[in-house]
């Protein structure tokens, strides 16, 4: 018999330890002769990410040693840190952003030398040529005048230093070799565009000598995103445009662009990364690939001649870095009640075996909570979208009447989306008796480009209207209890969140990660790849300096009313702790409750499993004394300034 207790109250098996113990991030999945690679982020080795290889004989190593950490920073935030070629992978190294190669169990070898300044010379998103023996890739260059972006080709005995093969854009990705070696792809685009606003996909014939040739554009412009270019068996160029307004598949064929599956839907995502994958090649010709509608991730199978859509493995709501295994697919996936895994899916079957998970706990079902996709109004007469999330937990149920606390989650970018899939630190909040809200405002990817180009000038008010807009709602129709509305966000999300609790009235307590209160200091001090981001997000810099000004939150902290707790990375060089600490000073001079926690090794998102435990406890016992429910747990107490005892 379920005991009564009030939300927030209750005990939950989903513990801290649940959240970091054997838990592991999939960042990276390819497959090649056989041979499975996959990075894993390791928060219990101080947030490692760790190469791991799987053989044909499905013996499961580590390719790299412990001393070793498989991340590139090129746009800080990295991605691509790996290429690989049967037994042969060439990885970035995040100490000193050297590239080493590794053949099968040998150790490490370095194949570009260390740079005058130790890590001013970085590579993302490589390719191993057919021959196995050289291989291209992004190189960004710091140098004293200023960042330099480009596309290398090196030796894999590094007996070479790098050559520059294509450069004279500010940014370049996705390198790509034809089957045959002849053509290299690449894509490339120029401030102050984001490659989700407008980028290229280029071509050119490989000489003798390994230089490039007639370099040719296929397809892209300003104002089309095109991405992961990417070459057939049989040569034929592939890629992804939204000239219809929708992220779809295209080949470039005997002069002709031709669409493969037009439909409304995304068959792409914000690259924040190097190293995404949204479809592979299969044997027979057809294309596997994911599509996103409603906040889920779907399998497809497209079939290029018939330009037909078959929608396989349905219980999952999460696909990513399809790739061909032989005859089988694999790829990470996950569904509403499935954690992220690497998965091999059989077509022809429908089979699946999960050779690894990303936790080590099974959650029981009974403490699940699946996310409903949820429409709501908002201003100006439009709909906004967002996934809810009921509280749920086995053993408890509330107090007759009672409503729930709502957690608004805002996700960073803010060009980025939420999606549908089991993610156990929600769990941690609904088990506990909250019900979450996960906003995907305007300007979100996942609903076509309009969508995403609602916050075009209007970053700090679109995404705070949907994220305000969603709370009332829920509070509006009963689900959630309208004095008991907190929000939090990291990043931009953390922007958001300050917002909404600096220019309006709504939310009870925040919950700021690495946040950001003042985006002109942002704008002025902005690493490059992100530099121009803002001129569509609030308008170009200083021109739009009012503007910038209006839409800080540092400059509004007098209406500041509501306690907040404060979570700072102390090595963030995305949005550096300065911006954190201008918030506190704003709370302890006002009086009003807050916590402030800052990470000493922590960046732009937090990798260490001791610094996620600490910020989730102390994230739980501050909307405790906040929002006024006891804890039904023992955890270490966090200290709350300003708060009446």
């Known amino acids: 018999m379920p005991t009564t207790a009030p939300f927030g109250s209750w005990r939950s098996p989903i513990t801290v330890d649940v959240l970091t113990a054997g838990t592991v991030g999939l960042r990276y999945l390819a497959a090649t002769d056989g041979t499975l690679y996959w990075v894993e982020g390791r928060p219990d080795e101080d947030g490692r990410d760790v190469l791991v290889r799987r053989t044909a004989d499905g ?24 290429a690989v070629r049967g037994m042969t992978a060439v990885f970035a190294n995040f100490a000193d952003q050297r590239l080493y190669r590794v053949d099968g ?3 490490p070898v370095a194949i570009t030398a260390e740079a005058s300044a ?71 685009w120029d401030h102050p565009n984001m490659p989700w606003d407008g980028s290229e996909i ?9 230089s490039l040739a007639d370099p040719r554009r296929v397809a892209g412009g300003r104002n089309e995103a095109v991405l992961q270019p990417s070459w057939s068996p049989d040569g034929t160029l592939h890629f992804v445009s939204e000239r219809t307004g929708w992220w779809n598949l295209y080949r470039a064929k005997r002069g002709q662009i031709e669409a493969l599956a037009p439909m409304k839907a995304e068959f792409g995502q914000v690259e924040w990364m190097f190293g995404q994958s949204v479809y592979t090649f299969l044997g027979d010709g057809q294309i596997a690939c994911f599509f996103v509608r409603d906040g889920r991730r779907h399998l497809a199978i497209v079939d290029p001649e018939k330009r037909s859509v078959a929608e396989l493995a349905p219980e999952l ?73 009921e509280p749920t937990n086995a053993d408890f149920v509330p107090p007759e009447g009672e409503r729930p606390p709502l ?20 769990q941690y909040w609904t088990s506990r008796g909250f019900a979450v809200v996960e ?36 509070a509006n129709t009963g689900k959630a209890d309208p004095r008991r509305l907190a929000i939090r966000g990291g990043s931009a999300g953390g922007y958001t969140t300050l917002c909404a609790l600096v220019f309006t009235d709504v939310f009870a307590a925040g919950a700021s990660y690495y946040g950001v209160a003042d985006i002109a200091a942002l704008a002025k001090d902005m690493h490059k790849f992100e530099s121009r981001y803002f001129d569509r997000l609030v308008g170009p810099y200083p021109e739009a300096e009012q503007t910038y000004r209006e839409r800080s939150p540092v400059h509004y902290f007098d209406r500041l009313e509501r306690p907040v707790i404060v979570f700072q990375g102390l090595d963030d060089m995305v949005v550096p702790p300065a911006q954190a600490e201008m918030l ?55 200290r709350i300034e300003n708060l009446a005892s």
């Open 105 to 107: 169990e040998t150790s």
């Open 118 to 188: 130790k890590g001013s010379h970085r590579y993302a998103d490589g390719e191993i040529a057919p021959n196995a023996a050289r291989m291209v890739c992004v190189r960004e260059r710091h140098e004293p005048n200023g960042v330099v972006n480009e596309i290398v080709d090196l030796p894999l005995d590094g007996s070479v230093s790098p050559r520059v093969l294509a450069s004279g854009h500010d940014f370049f990705s996705t390198p790509r070799m034809s089957p045959d070696g002849r053509q290299l792809a690449w894509r490339a």
């Open 317 to 389: 709501s999460f696909i990513s870095h399809p790739s061909r295994l032989g005859a089988r697919l694999a790829f990470i996936g996950g569904g509403d009640t499935e954690p992220l895994g690497i998965m091999v899916f059989d077509p022809e079957t429908g089979s699946r075996e999960v050779i690894r998970t990303s936790a080590r706990d099974v959650i029981d079902p009974g403490f699940v909570s699946r996310a409903t996709h949820l429409d709501f109004p908002t201003d100006a007469g439009k709909t906004a979208h967002a996934l809810f999330y």
């Open 59 to 82: 013996r499961i190593r580590d390719a790299v040693p412990r001393e070793f950490n498989t991340r590139t920073r090129v746009h800080e935030y990295g991605g691509g840190a790996v």
């Open 202 to 210: 280029f071509v050119a014939d490989v000489s003798g000598d390994g």
């Open 584 to 638: 506190v000073e704003a709370l302890r001079k006002k009086g009003i409750p807050y916590a402030y926690l800052a990470f000493p090794g922590e960046g732009h998102g937090f990798r260490q499993a001791k610094t996620i435990k600490r910020a989730m406890e102390a994230e739980l016992g501050f909307y405790s004394a906040i929002l006024g429910f006891p804890l039904g747990e023992s955890i270490e107490p966090v």
């Open 407 to 426: 957690l608004v989650l805002s996700h960073g970018g803010p060009t980025g989306m939420t999606l549908s899939v089991l993610d156990p630190e929600i």
């Open 439 to 474: 906003v995907n405002y305007g300007g979100s990817t996942g609903y076509g480009r309009e969508y995403r180009e609602r916050i075009f000038g209007q970053w700090g008010v679109v995404d705070l209207q949907d994220c305000v807009n969603a709370a009332r709602h829920l």
